[in-house]
């Protein structure tokens, strides 16, 4: 069955780096555009980036434009987000999908705060 794992999260001090991996198996990654989403508490899931399957094209969202980084490795079925120049707003859960499909891992928290 399609299992994601993300990891890399943690707690950074505003202005630092995190990089946050999501491992997939169960389908063939290399077919799919994957997408990383954050969640509040309260809050709806938002969009923060996009990538094609062949990792040709990009799209993120306004908040996260110029900081934030989405690529993979399909030959190792992995999704990265760099993430730079974080700020507190930037604090959430991170999930990684592929676009299109209603399969969601357990997430990791980031956590930007002094």
């Known amino acids: 069955q399609v299992q994601l794992v993300e990891s890399g999260g943690g707690l950074v001090h505003p202005g630092g780096s995190l990089t946050l991996s999501c491992a997939a198996s169960?389908?063939?990654?290399?077919?799919?555009?994957m997408s990383w989403h954050r969640q509040v508490p309260g809050k709806e899931r938002e969009l923060v980036a996009r990538?094609?399957?062949?990792?040709?094209?990009?799209n993120y969202a306004d908040s996260v434009k110029g900081r934030f980084t989405i690529s993979r490795d399909n030959a190792k079925n992995t999704l990265y987000l760099q993430m730079n120049s974080l700020k507190p707003e930037d604090t959430a859960v991170y999930y990684c999908?592929?676009?299109?499909?209603?399969?969601w891992g357990q997430g990791t928290q980031v956590t930007v705060s002094s």
């Open positions: 169960g389908f063939t990654f290399s077919r799919y555009a």
């Open positions: 999908k592929p676009v299109g499909y209603d399969y």
């Open positions: 990538i094609t399957s062949a990792g040709g094209t990009t």
